[in-house]
């Protein structure tokens, strides 16, 4: 059974940093393309940055760019997005998608607060 579980989340200051975590079961992360999507409050869900499965190409939203990292641990079967140099507008819940045959899987999301 395909699982994905988000943590890492929380509150934190702009200018902070946060490291989210997406834990996959059932299926070897590493096989297939995954990403990160947040959606804050009144707003549709977005695209936040996406990894490839062979070879490991990335690529972002541009309000990201330059401050936030995917990367996955192939061995830990785990998926992470550093957040670095956070904002007020990147305050959302965060969840990481997975495309296994044709078919997606969300997670639970994570949420992500960045105030003063």
């Known amino acids: 059974q395909v699982q994905l579980v988000e943590s890492g989340g929380g509150l934190v200051q702009p200018g902070g940093s946060l490291r989210l975590s997406c834990a996959a079961s059932g299926f070897t992360l590493s096989r297939y393309a995954m990403s990160w999507y947040r959606q804050a409050p009144g707003k549709e869900r977005e695209l936040v940055a996406a990894i490839t499965s062979a070879g490991g190409s990335t690529n972002y939203a541009d309000s990201v760019k330059g401050r936030f990292t995917i990367s996955r641990d192939n061995a830990k079967n785990t998926m992470y997005l550093q957040m670095n140099n956070l904002k007020p507008e990147d305050t959302a819940v965060y969840y990481c998608?997975?495309?296994?045959?044709?078919?997606?899987?969300w997670g639970q999301g994570t949420q992500v607060t960045v105030s003063s």
């Open positions: 998608k997975a495309v296994i045959r044709l078919n997606p899987y």
